[in-house]
Structures are given as C-alpha cells and as structure tokens.
C-alpha cells in the first residue's frame, strides 16, 4: 500500500486542497493512505492561520486525509527553504511515507529535477551572483532566482536559464523546487510527484472566481472583521459553495462557540508596541532581522501619525516594505518578536526534533500503529508530552517556541489560556471516515 504525503498550510482548507486528495486518491489507488503535514499556528509567509490548527486537521481528516501532522513553528513560519526542509525531514522520520505529493504551476517533474540538481549553493559563481543581487538591494527569494538565472547563461545553457526565469518567481513552484532540493540534501526514498495548479491564482482576490484562492476567502473574513463585528449569517451567505461544506460547516460553528478568526491586521497594534520598546541591537537578535530592517522598523514606527485601527497594518507594513525588505521577509521577522524566536534558533535548531500528531482517520490508526514502529523521532500526541524532553535542549527549545506560538494565536482567538494541554488528537471512527465526502477528481482544480 501506498502511503503519500503532502505539505500543506491549509490556511483554510479549500476545494483546491479536497481536489489534491481526491487526485493523489484516483492516481495512486483508493487504498491509499494520505498523511498530511501541515503548519500549525503561523504559517510560511509569516502571519497567524485564520482558524485553529485543530479545525484545519479536521476538515482535511473530514475530506480524505488519513493522518495529520504538525510542522513545528522555527519550520512552518520560515522561508521556503527551510519550511521544506523541515517538512521532508520530519516526513523522512516517520519512516512509512513512499510518495511527496505537491502542487506547481509547473508540473513538468524532469525540467524541475533538473533545476533542483543543478541548483547548488557551494556552487562559487552561484555565491558570487547571490552577493551581487544582495547588494543592489534585492530581496533573498528575487537575488537567487537572478544569480541561478545568470549562472545558467554564463554557461551557455540558455534553456534552463528561460526555464528558471518562467518558474522561479510562482509561489508554489518555488515550493515544489525546494521539496526536491530537500529530497536530494537528505537523502531521502520519497518519490514526488506533481500536480498541475490550476483555477484561482494563489493571490487572486476575487472570491467569485472558480474555485476561490485561500487569499480571496481570508479577504472576505478581514473585511467582515474590519466591519467590527463578525456576522456568522453573512459570512456563511458570502462563502457558500467557495469552500468544502465541511470546511465552511466547522469554521462557523467555531465562530459560534466564541473563538475568533485571526488575521495579521489584530496583531498590528502589539508589533508596533514591541518595536517601540526595544532597542535596535534588542531587535536584532530576532529571527529575519539583521540587515538594517530593526532601524527601518523604527523609523516607520516613529513616522505614523493619525492612523485609525483598521488601516494600522497596511499603512505600517507599506512604510516598511521596499525592494530590499520583501513583505514575507518582514512578516517573519514580526511574528519572531512576538513569539521570541531568535536567530540563534535557525542556526541551533536545524533538524526536526519530534513528530507531532494531530489526528487521525480509521484507516490511519494503521499507518500511525506502523509510524510508531518505525520513526526514527520521539511521537507526540499531546501537549503535557513536551514535558519529557529531560535534558535534550534542542527538543525543549523547539517544544518551547510551539507553546508561545499556540498560546499567543489563542490570546487572539479568545481561547482560553492553557488550552493546548486539554485537546486530545483527533480521532475519526470507522464509520466517521466511511462516510467522509471525498470530492471527485474534475470537480475541482487546485
């Protein structure tokens, strides 16, 4: 039996998500076990996940998943590189995935192989060509796609070089390049596979186009929140039949029940506080600071004036961002002051230290009873099981930063503090999960 893995976000689950499955269901066979490893409070271009890493782990078990698991935060609010890296070593640590199922706006696996082999960072033409770009005050991500771009011109490979230039400037192709670059570093037996995306653009916004992006969904939610009130009536009428019933059925009972959505714009206000209260060589001790962006931090703190609540964000983020500072990079580096990750946790805590498990259908009672026989790191299926980390400082310390992020999401949320140590993994039955609504490969596009 094949058991396959995706890497997903799922910042809401979506018909484009239910379509991945449905597909990875109708190309590897129904017997199929999918394991899903997801990021969990924040997410990888550095804001809070709109709803609860629980609700998001049960709309995916609800629509076909058989396994979900937690990318832990130093890894899921990262660059692209290392929210790769961290979820293809943990999958590695399981020691029962076969398959890596992602989807690009490429699929074309060879011609992405073939980038992922030739991309090589001890390369010293490469190195020179990143410094380069870095200095004429480009961002990371646009600095390497020029510099592997020139490298392959300089050596007279012309396609590869176009190649590059049509692929490494799309979000989930980028992400597809970094999981098999991850699969090559580490070694690892995961075959991947792509799957072309289709549909709704990563950022389009309009909620109306087939098959909604996760942007245009959150838009619609930031709106109603901005509104200063939370209508439970009208989000359901502007979202009906943009998301998965269950998605859509699980989102507004817990709006119901008190927890709130959360959106970047909420956490604003306690940003700007941070900054202003501490110091540039403070600052700079924090994750994705560096390069002079804690000085620019401050200085755009100092300048605003007059800025009512609802437009705080944008206008901050605005006065901030620059060629230089792409906005992702800056997201990241905010998240990290309030969380308290620092740079010093890059550089230590380098590898997965544990596996954590957040639900589970029938069917993957099976894959997590093998799981348990042969992963290769500690399980966890609760939070009071951090607290066995004994004398292991890496694995306390990336315990440690998953509780703050948790705890912190809650605080917006209206969860009650200390939460995280009452939930239970999520446990479909066997009629729960003969039930579930799996969507029909071509009834839907991701």
Not at 78 to 102: K, M, P, Q, W
Not at 351 to 358: G, N, S, T, W
Request: one cysteine or more; charged letters at 25%; proline letters at 4%.
């Amino acid at each position: 039996m094949k058991t396959v893995a995706i890497i997903a976000e799922y910042n809401p689950f979506h018909k484009g998500h239910a379509y991945q499955i449905a597909k990875a269901k109708a190309l590897y066979g129904e017997d199929t076990a999918i394991v899903c490893i997801m990021s969990g409070p924040f997410v990888q271009r550095g804001e809070p996940a709109l709803i609860s890493k629980w609700l998001r782990a049960t709309a995916a078990l609800r629509s076909g998943a058989d396994l979900v698991l937690e990318l832990p935060f130093t890894f899921a609010c990262a660059s692209a590189e290392r929210f790769a890296l961290g979820a293809v070593e943990t999958l590695n640590h399981t020691g029962v995935i076969t398959d890596l199922y992602f989807g690009a706006e490429c699929d074309d696996l060879s011609l992405l192989c073939c980038l992922a082999n030739e991309y090589d960072e001890e390369n010293p033409m490469y190195v020179q060509a990143l410094q380069g770009f870095l200095r004429e005050g480009h961002p990371y991500a646009k600095a390497r796609e020029l510099a592997i771009t020139s490298v392959f011109e300089n050596e007279g490979r012309s396609d590869l070089a176009e190649a590059a230039k049509r692929i490494l400037h799309l979000p989930n192709s980028i992400l597809a390049l970094e999981y098999l670059i991850a699969l090559r570093k580490t070694e690892s037996s995961m075959k991947p596979t792509a799957l072309l995306r289709e549909g709704a653009g990563y950022l389009e916004c309009d909620v109306n186009a087939p098959f909604a992006s996760a942007t245009a969904i959150r838009n619609v939610i930031r709106t109603e929140l901005q509104s200063n009130r939370l209508s439970v009536s009208s989000l359901a009428n502007q979202l009906q039949g943009k998301l998965p019933d269950i998605t859509l059925a699980l989102m507004l009972s817990e709006w119901q029940n008190g927890t709130l959505p959360v959106h970047p714009a909420m956490l604003a206000r306690e940003q700007i506080m941070r900054i202003r209260t501490q110091s540039i060589s403070q600052l700079d001790q924090f994750a994705y600071m560096g390069d002079r962006l804690p000085g620019r931090l401050k200085n755009a703190v100092d300048r605003l004036r007059s800025i009512d609540l609802p437009e705080l964000h944008d206008t901050f983020r605005e006065s901030v961002q620059t060629r230089r500072y792409a906005a992702t990079r800056i997201n990241r580096a905010l998240i990290s002051v309030l969380i308290g990750h620092t740079q010093a946790d890059i550089e230590t805590l380098e590898h997965p230290e544990y596996i954590r498990v957040l639900g589970f259908s029938y069917r993957g009672r099976d894959v997590l009873r093998q799981m348990r026989r042969s992963a290769t790191l500690p399980i966890i299926d609760k939070a009071s099981d951090f607290a066995d980390s004994g004398k292991h400082p890496a694995y306390k310390r990336m315990a440690e930063l998953d509780l703050n992020a948790v705890e912190f999401w809650n605080l917006y949320a209206g969860v009650p503090y200390g939460n995280e140590f009452e939930q239970q993994v999520i446990r479909l039955t066997r009629k729960e999960t003969d039930a579930r609504a799996i969507l029909q490969p071509g009834t839907a596009k991701l």
